[in-house]
């Protein structure tokens, strides 16, 4: 029986998966301030190719880090209005270290040191955990979960023709979806007003023309009135 046996074992030793998901997970998130024109950099930021077995269990682990980077962004502002401007070994720095601020400081600042060394732990990569904590969490501040997607490529790789997939940080490729909007209704009374809208206004050439009508009739019916009988 596969009591608690979660997750695919990809023909791997469990320390030997955990470091491959380890490089794979530094290797995405490094990828966000990676330069296209850099060698041997990746062609587009914030993507990484490989088997679609591997893309879905890496999504998971990546989502948790970034999760746990969002949690600390309210607990480190907190922090920053505590702290001080003044240079680091300056007088003014020495003077509020050894005030009740820097404790204050201190005891605000803690949470957020423990989440860095718990990604740490996961990463072990001081890059990757700080584009987790900087970049990372505030572009997906506002966003609840689902945070990278995968998508299947047609080719497959070269030599074993195992599926292959791209996963993804979501948000600058997105597509926006045109399917199941209302048909727009329209009403007889919109119709009309629509078609009055859309009538040409007269010209000043067949304004002049009727009115230079109008005169002559006029002017007929004044001398048919004068004749005598």
């Known amino acids: 029986m596969r009591h608690r046996v979660r997750g695919r074992h990809l023909g791997r030793t469990s320390s030997h998966r955990k470091a491959m998901f ?5 290797s995405l998130i490094r990828s966000v301030r990676a330069d296209p024109e850099e060698y041997g950099s990746p062609k587009v930021a914030g993507r990484i190719i490989t088997t679609v077995a591997k893309a879905k269990e890496l999504r998971p ?25 003044a240079e680091r070994n300056s007088e003014q720095w020495r003077n509020w270290r050894k005030s009740e601020g820097w404790q204050e400081w201190n005891q605000a600042q803690a949470p957020v040191l423990a989440m860095r060394r718990k990604a ?20 997906f501040e506002e966003r609840q979960g689902g945070y990278t997607r995968i998508v299947k490529l047609a080719k497959p790789r070269l030599g074993d023709a195992g599926p292959q997939a791209l ?13 199941g909007s209302a048909p727009v209704v ?24 009727e009115t230079a009508t109008a005169e002559s009739e006029e002017s007929t019916e004044e001398s048919s009135e004068e004749k005598p009988e």
């Open 22 to 26: 380890r490089n794979m997970a530094c």
């Open 61 to 85: 682990q990546v989502e948790k880090l970034i999760t746990l980077a969002r949690k600390s962004l309210p607990i480190q502002r907190k922090a920053d209005e505590l702290g001080t401007s």
């Open 120 to 139: 740490y732990s996961v990463l072990r990569d001081n890059e990757a955990v700080d584009i987790l904590f900087s970049d990372l969490a505030e572009t």
């Open 167 to 179: 996963i993804e940080f979501v948000g600058v490729r997105d597509r926006v979806s045109t399917k």
């Open 186 to 209: 329209v009403t007889d009374d919109e119709e009309a007003v629509a078609e009055e809208q859309t009538e040409e206004p007269a010209s000043e050439e067949a304004v002049a023309e």
